[in-house]
């Protein structure tokens, strides 16, 4: 069967040890064929393994491209050379960047696309937004296309150096206090709450929080961290809105990233340590949320991830509460003042918990 319809939901998902060389035989099962097929991936690592991946398909039905960035003058350019193929099906392999410029590339080309990805290190996995960075250099959040089918290997992801899990496991933090917040927004701004979403995004987090073995050798641990990821793009894309992963602690970490103090840190690390403290804010924080980011290696304090961010705290509270126009939150329920007090006295919460 060709499968022309884009996606709306990926129909192929699959988690799995050693299943790189199995792809062509798992499009197969699900009675998909195709004729032409162009593999995009980054430069190194990633581009190893779609030579890996090519060559369980006959080589003249597949091409190879490198995405050299995820600009969008990169996106036109490889636009360029889909359209003067007769392409009818695109494969990203590799991290973020690669995976959301193939499903903006799939928005724009109208052609389906699996993710393959080599990295997991936060939720954009599946999700229908693409960030790429315009010409003037800044970074936008643009309309994309589902991936069709999302395969990961795991012996693949198990190569990327453990600060991706981390920050993985980190960013699931952040479903904790988002969600929290939503249902301040929804008693104060009556703003909609879809049941679903929230209960997919609160259940991710609470999967992994609770698990029995947190310890990223055990491969039972790292299929969970993915699952949570995955379920909280389904959560986010069942809303129509980052809301169910995405409060205060986003708001405050982009604000930090604004300016210019997240320079080497991975967004998942900075969310999981700005969640505890929102948790804080929120009066929801438990014993189990500190315990969980102690075993996963996420800094508690702010200060731990830069030193600078303590002495900016009243900047970074404003700029947080500006940066979304219509996202309420916590911030939106306490004075600078009150959040810097709040702050003083999360740091001495934390040092009696140590
Ligand atoms: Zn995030």
Not at 296 to 318: R, V
Request: aromatic fraction near 6%; hydrophobic fraction near 40%.
């Amino acid at each position: 069967m060709i499968f022309k319809q884009l996606a709306h939901l990926p129909i192929i998902f699959k988690v799995d040890e050693n299943i790189l060389d199995q792809i062509g035989a798992i499009l197969r099962q699900h009675n998909l064929s195709f004729g032409s097929i162009l593999v995009l991936s980054g430069s190194s690592f990633s581009e190893q393994i779609s030579q890996r991946l090519i060559a369980n398909f006959d080589k003249r039905e597949c091409k190879h491209e490198v995405v050299q960035n995820n600009s969008t003058q990169e996106v036109q350019r490889l636009r360029n050379i889909i359209q003067s193929h007769r392409f009818d099906l695109l494969i990203a392999v590799g991290g973020g960047k690669v995976l959301d410029t193939v499903k903006r590339l799939s928005l724009l080309t109208s052609i389906n696309h699996l993710s393959i990805p080599t990295i997991i290190s936060n939720d954009g996995l599946i999700s229908p937004i693409a960030v790429l960075t315009n010409e003037q250099g800044k970074t936008e959040s643009l309309p994309a296309t589902m991936p069709m089918g999302v395969i990961i290997d795991l012996d693949v992801v198990n190569r990327a150096p453990i600060k991706f899990m981390r920050a993985a496991a980190g960013d699931i933090l952040s479903n904790i206090s988002a969600t929290h917040d939503w249902v301040i927004a929804n008693k104060k701004q009556r703003e909609p709450i879809n049941d679903i979403a929230y209960e997919l995004s609160r259940s991710s987090a609470s999967g992994l929080i609770n698990f029995s073995d947190t310890n990223f050798q055990n491969k039972a641990f790292i299929r969970q961290i993915i699952y949570g990821q995955v379920n909280s793009g389904l959560a986010m894309s069942l809303a129509g809105t980052s809301r169910p992963c995405s409060g205060s602690e986003h708001l405050l970490s982009h604000a930090i990233d604004h300016l210019g103090y997240s320079e080497d840190l991975l967004h998942g690390i900075q969310v999981g340590t700005l969640s505890l403290f929102c948790l804080f804010l929120q009066k929801k924080l438990k014993k189990v949320h500190l315990e969980y980011a102690k075993k996963t290696d996420i800094p508690l304090l702010p200060n731990d991830l830069n030193a600078k961010i303590e002495n900016q705290l009243s900047e970074i509270f404003e700029l947080g509460k500006s940066i979304r126009v219509g996202r309420y939150t916590i911030l939106d329920e306490i004075s600078n003042e009150e959040f810097l007090d709040e702050y003083e006295k999360y740091r001495s919460h934390i040092s009696s918990t140590i």
